[in-house]
């Protein structure tokens, strides 16, 4: 087996940075290095984690839901500029009623980041999301909000008048699931044991999420390293020269795909896409080496991605990090991610 750092890095981390972990990297749209370690969990009820096992995604859900939006918007549904309000009724006559998709996605909505699920225990967090006060004017400034996404989930089953699972199994390719049956579950690797569900595993960690039946524009999604890296490779691929879309990907308009990757919105910390991050500087979890044009997300439970479109290589990052809690790693494991994608920089680059 070819000694490369990223490996050693992974399996150094597994068992204490995580019980289990998928890694993909691809190179110019071909895979490279694809690896599985560890397991589901650290107990006796531990099954081995392979490179098709689901993850649960977390906030990797956005980067599917903007891409289910953009795809509204090349279909004529959506408009990325019309206020949503026509949509969201509730938000007419409000402060909220110059809110757009292209706010939501860029998180310049004004709206808040989300609530304690203790506060909402006893809410509909679907009316709760689109009525929360906002904490800046729409368009002012940048707060990553899963309330905005919450309401981008319902704007989008109310426009396409379908639930987002049959959205996204209409757009994307693969299996992708917001509820896993329960023969897969135990394969699925566990999250947190969070004192109100015990340990999570095989349903969503997120609790807006577990609290919305499992299935909200925020959170949700459970999928494996190669739906990720699909995704990914469809943005990827349209700042390839050449331009063209990879087999088997969702299919957008080149120009609303390389839209979707370039600055919409942003300060010295944050710089926002359409649904995606992009790096700003070497605190983010991407690390030092990759372009500033790389764009990527990350996810509470110990997911992320990061793609660089000057090296034309992009990588995957499952885990289930926050399985040792989150008081340790407040978010999961950035160490690591930095590590990951620094030595994926080393590794492979052209």
């Not at 895979?31 to 081995?48: C, K």
């Not at 490779?233 to 390389?258: D, H, I, Q």
């Not at 990350?298 to 040792?324: E, H, M, S």
Request: charged share 25%; with cysteine.
């Amino acid at each position: 087996m070819t000694n490369f750092s990223v490996e050693a890095i992974l399996r150094d981390a597994c068992g204490t940075e995580f019980t289990g972990a998928v890694a993909r990297i691809e190179l110019g749209g071909r895979v490279v290095f694809e690896r599985a370690y560890g397991a589901t969990r650290a107990d006796e009820l531990a099954r081995p984690v392979y490179c098709d096992s689901l993850f649960d995604l977390a906030s990797l859900t956005k980067l599917f839901v903007s891409t289910v939006a953009l795809h509204a918007v090349a279909s004529g549904v959506l408009q990325l500029d019309a206020p949503l309000a026509q949509i969201l009724t509730e938000w007419r006559d409000t402060d909220r009623e110059r809110i757009t998709l292209r706010m939501l996605l860029a998180h310049t909505s004004g709206m808040d980041s989300g609530a304690d699920y203790r506060r909402i225990l006893n809410e509909n967090v679907e009316r709760f999301a689109l009525n929360a006060p906002l904490l800046a004017r729409p368009g002012e400034r940048v707060i990553y909000s899963d309330l905005g996404f919450i309401a981008l989930g319902v704007a989008l089953e109310r426009a396409r008048r379908a639930s987002l699972q049959a959205l996204a199994s209409l757009i994307f390719p693969s299996p992708l699931r917001f509820r896993p049956s329960a023969l897969r579950r135990p394969d699925i690797p566990a999250t947190e044991d969070d004192g109100w569900r015990g340990r999570v595993q095989g349903v969503v960690h997120d609790e807006k999420a577990y609290l919305m039946g499992g299935s909200a524009g925020h959170a949700g999604l459970f999928g494996t390293a190669a739906d990720v890296a699909a995704l990914t490779e469809t943005y990827l691929s349209a700042v390839r020269p050449g331009g063209a879309p990879p087999v088997g990907s969702v299919l957008l308009p080149l120009s609303l795909a390389r839209e979707a990757i370039d600055e919409q919105a942003g300060d010295p910390v944050l710089r926002r896409g359409l649904g995606w991050a992009l790096k700003t500087n070497d605190g983010n979890s991407c690390g030092r080496l990759m372009d500033r044009s790389s764009f990527g997300h990350t996810g509470f439970v110990g997911t992320c991605l990061w793609a660089d479109p000057a090296r034309d290589l992009q990588g995957v990052l499952l885990t289930n990090a926050l399985y040792f809690g989150r008081d340790t790693a407040p978010e999961p494991s950035p160490t690591l991610r930095q590590r990951f994608y620094e030595a994926m920089v080393e590794d492979f680059s052209r």
